[in-house]
């Protein structure tokens, strides 16, 4: 130190315009540096998020949540896994450890998610998307005043969503808390007895109704035709007029043999089916 003092001393000019030099490069870059309130941060978090319309929390849970939240566990580095299911939708947060390569942890996740897409419902949609601070919304607009929420939820998706959209330096716009609509099936436990059936038998006509199945191809005049069988639920009164499968037996007349089939039960003569909005 006594060495490079005596020598700062002997050079007392050099020294100065050595200091001035260091003065005015620091105050050029810290001008120039990069400012940021919130700064870019990735998190080692991956999120699955599917929309599943019309369907209830217990139904999403069930058919969504649970079947993506066991796909990847086998994902490696996965730390925990969180799952959240709500009316029309699922979210399952994943979290890795630190350090983890996100870009291939989410090309791990997508590759798991695919190998069960044949198991998810048709109308789910899953998404994987990285948690990052530039995901957060900067930006939040309340609308009231509409006296038709449907219509005003039309609107918003229609006009508003894409204008907002186009404005320079916007990623993405979307509406939350939006309306929405469910069925509910209410059983009448008077009308099931008097029907011989239980509420097991309103799960059965739901599970074994309203879906598409592949029933092979057709040619014909050199063109091939695939072939589906079943049709979808597309109305509330198509649930009220699925049938019912009973346990009662036919009825045989001693004296004539005639056979007398039970009679045909629907779901409307037992339950309550209405539309409800959440």
């Given at each position: 130190m006594?060495?490079?003092?005596?020598?700062?001393?002997?050079?007392?000019?050099?020294?100065?315009?050595?200091?001035?030099?260091?003065?005015?490069?620091?105050?050029?870059?810290l001008?120039?540096?990069?400012?940021?309130?919130?700064?870019?941060?990735?998190?080692?978090?991956?999120?699955?998020?599917?929309?599943?319309?019309?369907?209830?929390?217990?139904?999403?849970?069930?058919?969504v949540?649970?079947?993506?939240?066991?796909?990847?566990?086998?994902?490696?580095?996965?730390?925990?896994?969180?799952?959240?299911?709500?009316?029309?939708?699922?979210?399952?947060?994943?979290?890795?450890?630190?350090?983890?390569?996100?870009?291939t942890?989410?090309q791990?996740?997508?590759?798991?998610?695919?190998?069960?897409?044949?198991?998810?419902p048709?109308?789910?949609?899953p998404?994987?998307?990285?948690?990052?601070?530039?995901?957060?919304?900067?930006?939040?607009?309340?609308?009231?005043?509409?006296?038709d929420?449907?219509?005003?939820?039309?609107?918003l998706?229609?006009?508003?969503?894409?204008?907002?959209?186009?404005?320079?330096?916007?990623?993405?716009?979307?509406?939350?808390g939006?309306?929405?609509?469910?069925?509910?099936?209410?059983p009448?436990?008077?009308n099931?007895?008097?029907?011989?059936?239980?509420?097991?038998?309103?799960?059965?006509?739901?599970?074994?109704?309203?879906?598409?199945f592949?029933?092979?191809?057709?040619t014909?005049?050199?063109?091939?035709?695939?072939?589906?069988?079943?049709?979808?639920?597309?109305?509330?009164?198509?649930?009220?007029?699925?049938?019912?499968?009973?346990?009662?037996?036919?009825?045989?007349?001693p004296?004539t043999?005639?056979?007398?089939m039970?009679?045909?039960?629907?779901?409307?003569?037992?339950?309550?089916?209405?539309?409800?909005d959440?």
């Amino acid at each position: 130190m006594s060495k490079l003092a005596v020598l700062s001393l002997k050079n007392r000019a050099l020294i100065a315009l050595i200091t001035i030099c260091a003065a005015i490069v620091g105050g050029v870059s810290l001008t120039s540096l990069k400012q940021e309130l919130i700064p870019s941060m990735e998190l080692p978090a991956l999120m699955v998020t599917t929309s599943y319309p019309g369907a209830s929390p217990d139904v999403v849970e069930e058919d969504v949540s649970t079947p993506i939240e066991e796909a990847i566990q086998q994902v490696p580095d996965l730390d925990s896994t969180t799952a959240t299911s709500s009316s029309n939708m699922s979210v399952v947060q994943a979290m890795f450890d630190y350090g983890t390569d996100m870009a291939t942890a989410e090309q791990k996740m997508q590759q798991a998610i695919s190998r069960i897409s044949s198991q998810l419902p048709e109308d789910a949609d899953p998404q994987v998307v990285a948690l990052s601070l530039d995901e957060l919304p900067v930006l939040q607009v309340a609308v009231s005043g509409f006296d038709d929420p449907a219509t005003a939820q039309e609107d918003l998706e229609n006009l508003v969503i894409p204008e907002v959209e186009d404005v320079e330096g916007v990623g993405t716009a979307s509406i939350a808390g939006a309306a929405g609509q469910r069925i509910t099936i209410t059983p009448l436990p008077q009308n099931l007895q008097t029907a011989g059936v239980t509420q097991q038998a309103i799960n059965d006509a739901l599970e074994q109704n309203g879906n598409l199945f592949p029933g092979g191809e057709i040619t014909q005049d050199g063109e091939t035709l695939t072939v589906q069988t079943g049709v979808k639920l597309a109305s509330v009164d198509d649930i009220r007029s699925l049938p019912l499968i009973s346990d009662a037996e036919p009825q045989v007349d001693p004296s004539t043999g005639a056979v007398t089939m039970p009679e045909t039960y629907t779901i409307a003569d037992v339950a309550q089916v209405e539309v409800e909005d959440d």
